[in-house]
């Protein structure tokens, strides 16, 4: 069975702190996203990765970074948390290697992160 | 560009009666269309997708959805719904590593 798990499901922290999602996948995927879910607004993509150590900016990356040091983990950094940082982060994967699953990505059950 | 449109926040219907799901998309290319489902809090789970072969998918749990061209449509529907099918759903547009999303439509399922 496919898995994709985030380190956290619910995660407060305070403003101004540093904060560290984490995700892996066991599908031996090549390409990683992080989203922000908020209500209203569906699904926005902050950052992803088709290979280690590369990255690419999403829609709203500002205010994050990422790290891909391995090929199963994908790192999403808050340098400073902010209230307007509160939200559901869900994590996904995917591969173009195999046709039939091709597109497909598998996402993680999100963190939940408060900021106060 | 790409977008997606949901063009419902929010449906109800009565467990049993057929669902319909509403997604119209934009696009300058052929895209892979999804549904995607999410179970409170949970993540997203597919549901379907279309990636150029036949019009008409099927899905999981007795979902399917119809990709018609001229319309820019790709709407969700089930025949009959159950009181599980309460969830939040996605219709999503994507191509190598580029995914939109919808604005997602809450369905509710009354007794």
């Known amino acids: 069975d496919v898995k994709v798990t985030q380190s956290s499901r619910y995660l407060v922290k305070r403003t101004g702190e540093k904060v560290f999602l984490e995700c892996v996948q066991d599908?031996?995927?090549?390409?990683m996203f992080w989203y922000r879910q908020d209500p209203g607004l569906g699904l926005r993509l902050i950052y992803f990765?088709?290979?280690?150590?590369?990255?690419e900016k999403g829609d709203i990356p500002e205010g994050y970074s990422v790290s891909r040091e391995k090929k199963e983990r994908f790192s999403l950094i808050l340098e400073s948390a902010s209230t307007n940082q509160t939200s559901m982060y869900l994590c996904?994967?995917?591969?173009?290697?195999?046709?039939?699953?091709?597109?497909?990505?598998?996402f993680g059950p999100g963190t939940r992160l408060t900021v106060t | 560009a790409q977008s997606v449109t949901q063009l419902d926040s929010h449906v109800s219907v009565s467990e049993g009666t057929p669902v319909l799901l509403r997604c119209n998309y934009s696009?300058?290319?052929?895209?892979?269309l999804f549904w995607y489902v999410q179970h409170p809090n949970k993540g997203l789970q597919l549901l379907l997708k279309?990636?150029?072969?036949?019009?008409l998918v099927k899905g999981i749990n007795g979902f399917e959805a119809e990709f018609k061209k001229s319309e820019t449509s790709f709407h969700l529907t089930k025949p009959s719904a159950h009181m599980s099918d309460a969830a939040e759903y996605f219709c999503?547009?994507?191509?190598?590593?580029?995914?939109?999303f919808g604005t997602g439509t809450r369905l509710k399922v009354l007794a």
């Open positions: 996904a994967s995917s591969s173009l290697l195999r046709a039939s699953l091709r597109y497909e990505q598998y």
């Open positions: 599908m031996d995927h090549e390409n």
């Open positions: 279309y990636t150029s072969a036949a019009t």
């Open positions: 999503g547009i994507g191509r190598t590593y580029k995914y939109i």
């Open positions: 696009s300058s290319y052929s895209p892979s």
């Open positions: 990765s088709y290979d280690v150590k590369m990255k």
